[in-house]
């Protein structure tokens, strides 16, 4: 069974950082499109930040400057470095592996709550 594993949520003050972490166990990890996603309650799910198997990244407009997605291969890990944060990055986060033809998998999220 495939799974997804988020871990470093928590509890910050505007202006600080968490670094999330998701361990995928995958063995064909290298040749998915990672992703991160955020809902926050009452809005739409929100694609985050996005590495492709290439190492391509893109990131939402909101984020920009602020969060960085990476990945280990060899670790079977994609990480999202989240800087600056604001009470609008308050949401549940969640790890995605994605390829075409059908392969797309979800971890169970994690909260992250900025608030002084």
């Known amino acids: 069974q495939v799974q997804l594993v988020e871990s470093g949520g928590g509890l910050v003050q505007p202006g600080g950082s968490l670094r999330l972490s998701c361990a995928v166990s995958l063995f064909t990890f290298s040749t998915f499109d990672m992703r991160w996603y955020r809902q926050a309650p009452g809005k739409e799910r929100e694609l985050v930040a996005a590495?492709?198997?290439?190492?391509?990244?893109n990131y939402a407009d909101s984020v920009k400057g602020r969060f960085t997605i990476s990945r280990d291969n060899a670790k079977k890990m994609v990480d999202l470095q989240m800087n600056s944060l604001k009470p609008e990055d308050t949401a549940v986060y969640y790890c995605?592996?994605?390829?075409?033809?059908?392969?797309?998998?979800w971890g169970q999220g994690t909260q992250v709550t900025v608030s002084s």
């Open positions: 995605n592996a994605w390829k075409r033809w059908g392969f797309d998998y």
């Open positions: 590495i492709t198997s290439t190492g391509s990244t």
